[in-house]
């Protein structure tokens, strides 16, 4: 059993070395234990850092690719070296190493596909902003509610991964990864638990990802969004389109009250036009839903085709 513990960073070079150096090197039940660093272009000494520190692999993006890019590069060398389990953690220290197996242990007990850190279900993150710790458990509820599950943290990082989830992801995003790697792994009914872990920010601390709270809640809805449409399509257009619907039946029973009344239509048109209207747009969406569906069906085609080749690319 190989355990690969990765760390994405860009310009860690002051806590890089000291988190890796707190990485265990022996779990039980894991037979090999490696630190592998995946570099996004940083401009100061973090690839020296992590060697001297003594990360068994360390790759470079070459240039600033972003989050999301970073991730898909770390699965595929994760994958390359021959990986059974991949832990993904903070370059900066704000997890705690230690608690790595505690993410692992549900995976090697073959409980669980996929274990997130969870933040928010025991206690708050220390230091965390509110406005992150609020727009967190927000996203977390609406999505855990529409994917039928509880989702205890939607964004953390600090996760573990075993060698099937990480064959199956599929993730085109760019800017992040975290909420569609848990829609993703949900849709295909992959094995998700959150283990409660410690987590300190630091004050001062720029995050990668946050640079403006309206960015984040605009890319993260659009992501969050495109993401459910393509696992759940029926729920995602059948649910506004039932409601249309409904709402157009209602309006015009009420046409129909007020009609049969003195048998005039030019006093009540606006019920009847809304109703006509609504349960056009009801319809559409029902269309919609029916297209989406059968393109998600296809989609799950090539990528059992994608994980097939994946499978037989990084045969071990």
């Known amino acids: 059993m190989r355990l690969i513990v990765n760390l994405p960073a860009y310009n860690e070079e002051e806590k890089l070395g000291s988190t890796i150096k707190r990485i265990p090197r022996a779990i039980t039940g894991v037979d090999e234990i490696f630190v592998q660093v995946i570099d996004d272009g940083s401009r100061d000494r973090t690839i020296a850092v992590a060697r001297e520190a003594g990360a ?29 389990i991949m832990v993904n953690i903070d370059a900066d220290g704000q997890f705690d190493p230690l608690d790595i197996e505690k993410l692992v242990r549900p995976i090697l007990d073959g409980q669980a596909d996929m274990v997130s850190a969870d933040r928010f279900s025991l206690r708050t993150a220390k230091n965390i902003p509110w406005i992150k710790d609020v727009l967190n458990r927000f996203a977390a509820r609406i999505i855990g509610n529409f994917m039928n599950t509880t989702i205890s943290d939607l964004t953390c990082g600090f996760r573990a991964y075993n060698r099937e989830t990480l064959l199956r992801l599929n993730l085109p995003g760019d800017y992040t990864y975290t909420q569609e790697v848990i829609i993703d792994a949900l849709g295909k009914n992959l094995k998700v638990l959150w283990v409660p872990v410690n987590v300190t920010y630091f ?56 009609y049969l009344q003195d048998f005039k239509i030019s006093p009540y048109r606006n019920y009847l036009l809304f109703s006509i209207a609504t349960l056009l747009i009801g319809l559409q969406f029902f269309v919609f839903a029916l297209i989406a569906d059968m393109i998600k069906s296809n989609r799950k085609l090539t990528e059992d085709l994608m994980y097939l080749m994946k499978k037989e690319k990084y045969k071990k």
Do not use: C, W
């Open 56 to 84: 068994d692999f360390v790759y470079s993006n070459g240039a600033n690719r972003g989050i999301g890019k970073t991730f898909r590069h770390a699965v595929e060398r994760a994958l390359e070296n021959g990986a059974d």
């Open 203 to 258: 004050e001062g601390r720029q995050s990668r990802v946050v640079k403006s709270i309206v960015n984040y809640v605009s890319n993260s809805s659009r992501i969050i969004l495109k993401a459910v449409r393509d696992v759940r399509p029926m729920k995602f257009f059948g649910v506004p389109g039932l409601f249309l619907i409904t709402l157009s039946i209602i309006v015009f029973v009420g046409f129909l009250y007020f």
